[in-house]
């Protein structure tokens, strides 16, 4: 049975996600034309992604990389991976590539603030403390995320990225997860919200 935070905030995702959609339509728009120019393939990326209580679901993006990018290396998207196209690099940017996850909200498989949505290999690294971050739903935008929008640039210059992800970046960015989780309300997500909207438009992504 759903509590009185969780019916709150499922009607703050509802309501805002749907107007994001909207409003963002031309944008949207935008990012299947360009999904679809960069090269042969699928417009949506589908990734599989641990949500609340460790159920596995599919997170919407628009594709950035060549078809098959999975095969091709690893799972961490590392400085300047050869594997993302010209295109995909702009919609990467500017974050258009992030929008379909507002389909995620929609269903109720995400919020649009919460932890960031992490890779089942990576999960299964997480000790029972940082699994309390599982409690919730994983957020388009939140605390970890906007501080690690240049996630790429962090992993640079380190032969064994994934070692350093899972040993020092990943457990950083579960610190703010958990502190997020301990002090969410309505107040702090819209803060997070207007924050987002800010990053995004006057401090955009720096790595090309």
């Known amino acids: 049975m759903e509590s009185k935070r969780d019916w709150t905030k499922r009607t703050f995702d509802l309501l805002f996600a749907t107007l994001g959609l909207v409003l ?25 992604r641990v949500g609340r209580g460790e159920v596995i ?21 590392t400085y300047r991976d050869q594997r993302i196209t010209s295109i995909g690099r702009f919609l ?35 000790t029972q403390t940082q699994k309390q971050v599982l409690q919730v739903k994983p957020g388009m935008t939140g605390p970890s995320q906007l501080a690690n929008r240049d996630e790429e640039e962090k992993l640079k210059g380190h ?20 502190h997020y989780v301990a002090t969410q309300s309505i107040a702090t997500d819209i803060g997070w919200l207007l924050k987002t909207f800010w990053v995004v438009i006057f401090a955009p992504h720096r790595s090309k």
């Open 24 to 48: 963002l339509s031309p944008l949207f728009f935008l990012g299947i034309l360009l999904a679809k120019l960069q090269s042969k393939g699928p417009t949506f990326y589908k990734a599989k």
């Open 57 to 77: 679901f599919e997170m919407y993006k628009f594709r950035t990389m060549v078809v098959n990018a999975d095969t091709l290396g690893g799972s961490l998207t």
């Open 92 to 126: 990467r940017w500017t974050k258009l590539d992030e929008l379909p996850n507002l389909i995620n909200v929609i269903k109720g498989e995400m919020s649009l603030i919460g932890p960031r949505p992490e890779a089942p290999d990576y999960v299964k690294h997480y």
């Open 159 to 178: 032969l064994d990225a994934e070692h350093y992800y899972i040993t020092e970046l990943m457990p950083e960015k579960l610190a703010l997860d958990l």
